[in-house]
């Protein structure tokens, strides 16, 4: 009989070391161990944004005061992302010394009753922590070799010279952003039309013009009815009835909750396995953490559920986390998007009456070197003045809005912000600068 026994390796390893720290008798299901710490270290954040990084490199170095043009030598860019990956994996096993890790794949089959290679195992808590799959619209045949998710982006040991890509969610910018300041042309296509529909609109405005200076190519309304791999390339055939080949196409339309850890009919589960406010499932004393719950697909989201949960456990009873303040981000490049609390596209929707300020970047002689000329800040405070949220668009947005999230968490109003005197020369000036105008 265990204390706590967390499924799936992914986030919930922060929960876990926590609960065992404490002197809890933890057990750590996890299907790969080589995989442990789930898709944000291995297939997510942490490969995409070195990948991200090296790619922003290559496009720096296109610039006439740098001599010669760099290349991405995707073999070796390869080669260090598996070679970091495995030596953070070996740390994360040993931080792991007083959990009992279990390979395998777990079930919750009854309440407090784990399934896993065939043997039963019980436990006073169970924490979900399954992640997400891709979700793959009918009618398209992933390969993962020219049809691939964006596993086979992080796999590439070499670029195509083109890439079509399907989905303009956080993947599809992403990923767009990668190939073409690696230099590889990319055609993005759209099923709907337009770009960062929660955005302000002159930020939408604004990436949809960083993509095409990096020369995207965008392709909106387009939805794809069949992509199938041919000797002459990925044959994609659009509602239309028209078609083209693309020697790839990365399909990045969104993942879904993996929710088959949950075989008691206790839990319910809807869109991923329901959870209240403290991710607590229909069955008490069952959590869910992180993707599988359905709320945000964010790793530091994940992580503080579970370690919200492990405090509940261990009897601290923690504040319920506010998820609207979790900071979100898509690294597009040069410049990145970010936003904490409510967007305009949100304020809008939801009729709340706000004032806005946007400040934008090419007031600023830092932008001009730092390819931030079409950038900007926008932050929003209610009728009272109390901060509501901001978006930013600049390079590392996703660092600079953290002082805005702090802000939304000390609950400060424009007065205290203002207060705040920043460094010169940055972009965080700018952000300061939205404050002071309000
Ligand atoms: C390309 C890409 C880039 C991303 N970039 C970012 C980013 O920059 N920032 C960010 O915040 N988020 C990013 N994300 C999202 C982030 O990776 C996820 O939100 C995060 O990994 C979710 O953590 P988790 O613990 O819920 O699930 P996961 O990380 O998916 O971990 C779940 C683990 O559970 C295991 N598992 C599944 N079922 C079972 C079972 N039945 N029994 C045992 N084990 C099981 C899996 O093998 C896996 O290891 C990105 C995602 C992708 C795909
Ligand atoms: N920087 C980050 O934090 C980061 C980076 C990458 C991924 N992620 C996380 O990973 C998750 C998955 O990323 P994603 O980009 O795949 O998902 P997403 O939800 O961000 O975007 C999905 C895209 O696919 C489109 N789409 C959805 N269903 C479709 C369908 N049936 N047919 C055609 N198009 C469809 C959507 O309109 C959207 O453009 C995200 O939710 C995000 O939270 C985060």
């Keep these: 009989m265990y204390d706590i026994i967390y499924i799936g390796g992914g986030l919930n390893y922060a929960g876990a070391i926590v609960a065992a720290k404490n002197g809890k008798k933890v057990a750590l299901i996890e299907k790969d161990m080589n995989q442990l710490g789930g898709v944000c270290l291995h297939k997510g954040c942490i490969p995409s944004k070195m990948f991200l990084h090296y790619s922003n490199v290559v496009y720096e170095s296109k610039n006439e005061i740098l001599k010669g043009s760099l290349q991405l030598d995707m073999n070796t860019l ?36 784990v399934n896993v290679n065939g043997e039963t195992l019980e436990a006073e808590y169970i924490v979900m922590g399954t992640g997400s799959h891709h979700f793959v619209p009918d009618g398209i045949e992933l390969n993962e070799k020219d ?20 989905g303009v969610g956080a993947i599809g910018l992403e990923m767009a952003s990668f190939f073409a300041t690696a230099g590889v042309e990319v055609t993005l296509i759209n099923r709907k039309e337009g770009l960062l529909p929660k955005a302000h609109a002159s930020i939408s405005l604004a990436v949809r013009t960083q993509l095409e200076k990096l020369g995207v190519i965008l392709l909106e309304n387009h939805p794809i009815i069949k992509a199938k791999s041919t000797q002459k390339g990925v ?8 078609s083209i080949y693309m020697p790839m196409l990365l399909v990045a339309t969104g993942r879904k909750p993996n929710v088959d850890v949950a075989a008691c009919e206790d839990i319910v589960v809807e869109r991923g396995i329901k959870t209240d406010a403290f991710f607590e499932t229909t069955l008490a004393q069952h959590y869910a953490i992180g993707d599988c719950n359905g709320k945000l697909q964010l790793a530091h989201a994940a992580r503080a559920q579970a370690l919200n949960v492990t405090q509940q456990i261990l009897g601290n009873d923690p504040r319920a986390l506010n998820l609207e303040h979790v900071v979100k981000f898509i690294h597009t490049l040069p410049m990145s998007y970010a936003e904490v609390g409510k967007t305009k596209g949100q304020l809008e929707k939801e009729g709340i009456a706000c004032k806005e300020s946007l400040v934008t970047l090419n007031q600023f002689t830092y932008s001009v070197y730092n390819h931030a000329g079409k950038g900007l800040m926008v932050s929003y405070v209610d009728e009272e003045g109390f901060i509501l949220g901001a978006e930013i668009l600049a390079p590392n947005a996703e660092e600079l809005i953290a002082m805005v999230a702090m802000s939304l968490a000390g609950e400060m109003d424009k007065e205290q912000a203002k207060r705040t005197i920043l460094a010169h020369p940055t972009f965080s000036e700018a952000l300061e600068r939205t404050f002071y105008k309000l």
């Design 147 to 166: 049809i691939i998710s964006s596993d086979g982006v992080l796999n590439l040991k070499e670029l195509p010279k083109k890439v079509a890509i399907y």
């Design 235 to 242: 044959h994609i055939t659009f509602e239309d009835g028209k």
């Design 78 to 113: 390869f080669e260090k992302k598996d070679a970091l990956l495995k030596s953070v994996t070996k740390v994360l096993q040993k931080q792991c010394s007083h959990i009992e890790l279990i390979e395998g794949e777990g079930k919750v089959v009854a309440p407090h009753k």
